[in-house]
């Protein structure tokens, strides 16, 4: 592993050194949840228009999808212990913006997770309506993963297992949410079906 871990700290400390005064303040702030609203109440309404009242449904797995993904993170963080960059004593030149240096445990990101997660359970619910939610969200979901290296909180292993785990917890939830809605609308027409004389 230690070769793995050597070519790991050397890419970010590449990656991360790629830095400028003007990008800095684009980068801490599109790294934060509040500043991307707008493209949530998009495709908030993105669903409103395919799924209607079951759009209330998508909510609730969506909470409950980014609960798990954040929580399951930190699980990792807790018994990986492997320390941030910004953390690391051995690592000298680290890049970070406005003293953000994020917790002391970095592995894996919580960020790459959660946002690939809602990127991928998004796309499978949408795209057969709204092809273009694909490249927006995953070069959304990328994005918000560059933003932890660039702020140096993050090494490029902790996005990749990151992103790996968001997909597959994306992935899942899309398919538990149509066993869901599918099982809603065979006891919806049972129910009906045992109304009629």
């Known amino acids: 592993m230690d070769w793995l871990i050597q070519l790991d700290q050397q890419t970010f400390l590449f990656l991360n050194g790629l830095h400028s005064s003007l990008v800095d303040p684009w980068m801490f702030w599109g790294t934060k949840s509040l500043v991307w609203l707008p493209l949530f109440l998009f495709l908030l309404f993105l ?21 798990f993904s954040d929580q399951l993170s930190n ?36 960020h790459a997770s959660t946002t690939m997660a809602l990127a991928v359970f998004l796309i499978l619910l949408l795209k057969d309506r709204y092809p273009y939610v694909l490249p927006l969200l995953l070069l959304w979901a990328l994005f918000m993963s560059y933003t932890r290296l660039y702020l140096g909180v993050h090494y490029p292993l902790d996005l990749l297992t990151g992103i790996a785990f968001g997909a597959g917890i994306g992935y899942g939830t899309a398919r538990l949410f149509r066993l869901f809605i599918q099982r809603l609308k065979e006891t919806g027409k049972e129910k009906r079906e045992k109304t009629i004389p």
């Open 47 to 67: 669903a409103f228009r395919k799924y209607r009242w079951q759009t209330l449904w998508i909510l609730l797995f969506t909470a409950m999808m980014v609960a």
């Open 75 to 110: 699980v990792f963080k807790t018994l990986v212990a492997r320390p941030r960059p910004a953390h690391e004593p051995s690592l000298t030149g680290v890049h970070t913006v406005n003293g953000y240096t994020g917790g002391l445990f970095g592995f894996y990101s919580a």
